[in-house]
């Protein structure tokens, strides 16, 4: 079970981290050329991009669920 819970936390700081790093190449395009074009022609690539993109806010959403409940039990 460790290893299950070793790879969802590895798979979701991957995701988060990916999505933040992509983040900023999307907005380094936007500061130098003043827009931004994605042109993904594969779908099995943009549907895996998808399924990453909904994983981390599903992990970013748990992580911060699971941070507010330490916050809660140390207050009480």
Same mark, same amino acid.
């Given at each position: 079970?460790?290893?299950?819970w070793?790879?969802?936390?590895?798979?979701g700081?991957?995701? $988060?981290s990916a999505s /933040? +790093?992509l983040? &900023?190449?999307?907005?380094?395009?936007?500061?130098?050329?003043?827009?931004?074009?994605a042109?993904?022609?594969n779908?099995?690539? $943009?549907?895996f991009? /998808? +399924?990453?993109? &909904?994983?981390a806010?599903?992990y970013?959403?748990?992580?911060?669920?699971?941070?507010?409940q330490?916050?809660i039990?140390?207050? $009480?």
């Amino acid at each position: 079970m460790k290893k299950v819970w070793l790879l969802f936390h590895s798979f979701g700081i991957g995701c $988060l981290s990916a999505s /933040v +790093f992509l983040q &900023a190449l999307v907005f380094w395009s936007i500061y130098t050329d003043g827009k931004f074009i994605a042109k993904e022609q594969n779908p099995v690539i $943009l549907m895996f991009e /998808v +399924f990453m993109t &909904a994983f981390a806010a599903i992990y970013l959403v748990y992580i911060l669920y699971e941070r507010a409940q330490q916050v809660i039990t140390k207050s $009480l």
